[in-house]
């Protein structure tokens, strides 16, 4: 707390108000707001941003060794679907202005393919040790119930996932090239704001990756709130995916998350219902991003 009221004597700025939101610090002074959180920001991102004429990010106002501060922008409130149209074809901007191919050798892909196959490992060893535990009972929980009704969909759903892998390994194994690009790599409609123009925030994690990832985790994070097969086809009129990334966008929003079961029973029930929702759900996306065109 020093640190930031240090930042704030150093800007002349006289605060009457904190307000603490999650990882940031909200303050408050006679006529503004401001957005005071941790430094770790990557400069070199910013930078490359700004080389490719991207700057819908808040701009830094001032920094010392602790903190960063933004302004206060005050977001819009319009409907959920709409935020998340206005959003996909930003998204795509973003990776347009931002790729290149990068040179690979087999390193560079065979490290995520042994990262899928050792969590594919993980999950089919996880739920068949928890299904034997559940199915050596004589009464069942509610949530211990829900989850033997569907547990062969998340079976099949691994079993899905093991077998694209292959698939998808094989078909990049002769590419000596891929397309990256800058991923904000913690995408959600929270992270997007309109008021005098667009800005996507946190930008803590970005980095240099496959583009694809910004989707996954735009899904991950929100598919309880949106319709993700329009989301796809607004994405693909924007910047289309190639056939490898494709491949590996339907392995990844189709891999089963791990379910925890040490909660209540009802936020168990809730957990097992939304992901039960995702992999329903996972099915659906797998045909309309089969359906896009290269």
Not at 60 to 81: A, F, G, H, T, V
Not at 122 to 150: C, G, M, R, V, W
Not at 225 to 237: A, G, P, R, S, T
Request: hydrophobic share 35%; with cysteine.
């Amino acid at each position: 707390m020093i640190s930031i009221k240090e930042l704030l004597k150093k800007n002349n700025i006289r605060a009457h108000r904190y307000k603490k939101k999650g990882n940031i610090v909200i303050v408050e002074d006679d006529t503004k707001k401001y957005v005071i959180k941790k430094r770790n920001h990557n400069k070199e991102i910013y930078n490359y941003l700004d080389n490719r004429n991207f700057d819908y990010y808040p701009s830094i106002i001032d920094s010392n060794d602790d903190y960063d501060m933004y302004p206060y922008i005050e977001d819009i409130d319009i409907p959920k679907e709409q935020k998340i149209a206005d959003l996909i074809p930003f998204v795509a901007l973003l990776h347009a202005k931002t790729t290149y191919h990068k040179s690979i050798d087999e390193s560079d892909y065979k490290q995520l393919y042994e990262d899928i196959s050792n969590n594919i490992i993980y999950l089919k060893d996880y739920y068949n040790d928890l299904i034997t535990l559940i199915e050596e009972k004589i009464l069942f929980s509610p949530s211990e119930n829900l989850l033997a009704n569907n547990i062969s969909l998340i079976f099949e759903r691994i079993d899905y996932c093991e077998n694209q892998k292959d698939k998808w390994y094989k078909s990049i194994s002769n590419h000596n090239k891929i397309r990256v690009a800058v991923v904000h790599n913690n995408l959600s409609i929270d992270h997007f704001l309109q008021n005098d123009k667009k800005y996507l925030i946190s930008w803590d994690k970005a980095k240099i990756d496959l583009p694809i990832f910004d989707l996954y985790r735009l899904y991950l994070n929100n598919y309880k709130d949106v319709d993700f097969n329009q989301m796809l086809k607004l994405y693909e009129k924007n910047y289309p995916l190639k056939e490898e990334e494709k491949m590996l966008l339907v392995i990844l929003i189709s891999m089963p998350q791990k379910l925890e079961m040490n909660y209540s029973n009802y936020q168990n029930c809730i957990a097992i219902k939304n992901e039960i929702k995702r992999l329903l759900s996972s099915r659906e996306l797998e045909k309309v991003i089969n359906s896009l065109k290269v």
